[in-house]
C-alpha cells in the first residue's frame, strides 16, 4: 500500500506537497538516506514534477532535504549537534510554559475543563504503559510509536495551551516535529517513567506550585533528552 494520497487542489500543490513530504519525513515514513525522485513523486502524488522540485528545495531549505548536484534529492540524516541544540531549546520553552501554566495566567471555567481533560490523559496513559511489561523495544510496534508520541504530544501541547501564549503554542509546535523525527524505538523504554512525569507536572499545575512545576519539567526534559541520544547512539552503533 503506497504511504501517499493524492493531492488535491484547495491550496498551491507545492506547499500541500511540502506539507506532504515534511509528514512523511518527520514520522521516518521516509527514512535518512531515501532518496527522493521526482518522477516518482509526481506519479504517487498525481502532480507535474514542477510543484514537486519547488517543494523539495523548500523541503532543503528547511533542513529536512539534501540536494546533491547530479544526484537529485535525499532525506537527511539528523546529526548529533542537531539533536542537542534541539533539546536545549526545547528546554527553555518548555520550562518557561510549566512555570507560566502553574501561575494561571488562564484562569476562570476553561482552565478548569482543560484541567480535567490533561488528567484525563494523564490516566488514561500512565495505565496503558503501567500495563506493558517488556523492556523491548522491538516488541513495540508501529502503533505502540504513535500511541505514544501522540499522546505526549497532546499533554505538552495541553500545558503550554494553559498558558494563554499563542507565541509559545506555535514555537512548540514547530519543534515538535522534530520530536517525531529524532525519535527512536528505544526511546519507549521509558514510556511508564515518561507518563509517571507527566503526572507530577500535572498535579503541581493543578496546585499553582510555579518552583515545583519548573523542577518537574526540567527533570523530565533532562530524562528525555538522555533517552534520545542514547537510542541515537545506539541506532548509530548498528
Do not use: C
Not at 23 to 38: D, F, S, T, W
Not at 74 to 84: A, D, F, G, T, W
Not at 116 to 131: A, I, N, P
Not at 161 to 189: C, I, M
Amino acid at each position: 500500500m503506497s504511504i501517499y494520497q493524492p493531492l488535491a487542489p484547495t491550496a498551491p500543490l507545492r506547499q500541500q506537497v511540502y506539507e506532504t513530504l515534511e509528514a512523511l519525513i518527520a514520522r521516518n515514513r521516509l527514512e535518512p538516506g531515501q532518496r527522493l525522485v521526482e518522477t516518482e513523486l509526481a506519479q504517487e502524488l498525481g502532480v507535474s514534477r514542477g510543484p514537486i522540485r519547488e517543494a523539495l528545495q523548500m523541503l532543503a531549505r528547511e533542513g529536512w532535504v539534501e540536494l546533491r548536484p547530479r544526484h537529485g534529492a535525499y532525506v537527511r540524516k539528523p546529526s548529533l549537534e542537531e539533536l542537542e541544540d534541539y533539546f536545549q531549546v526545547r528546554t527553555l520553552l518548555e520550562v518557561e510554559g510549566a512555570r507560566l501554566a502553574a501561575r494561571g495566567t488562564h484562569s476562570g471555567d476553561d482552565r478548569k475543563e482543560r484541567l480535567k481533560e490533561l488528567r484525563e490523559v494523564v490516566d488514561r496513559f500512565t495505565g496503558v504503559w503501567r500495563e506493558h511489561t517488556s523492556d523491548d523495544p522491538k516488541e513495540l510496534d508501529e502503533e505502540a510509536r504513535q500511541f505514544h508520541q501522540e499522546g505526549s504530544q497532546v499533554f505538552h501541547r495541553g500545558i503550554v495551551e494553559l498558558t494563554g501564549n499563542q507565541a509559545l503554542v506555535d514555537l512548540l509546535e514547530h519543534l515538535g516535529k522534530r520530536t517525531s523525527w529524532y525519535f527512536s524505538p528505544g526511546v519507549l523504554k521509558r514510556s511508564l517513567s515518561a507518563w509517571r512525569e507527566h503526572n507530577r507536572l500535572l498535579r503541581a499545575i493543578e496546585r499553582g506550585d510555579e518552583e515545583r512545576a519548573v523542577e518537574v519539567m526540567r527533570s523530565h526534559m533532562a530524562a528525555t533528552r538522555e533517552s534520545y541520544l542514547r537510542a541515537y547512539r545506539e541506532r548509530a552503533g548498528e
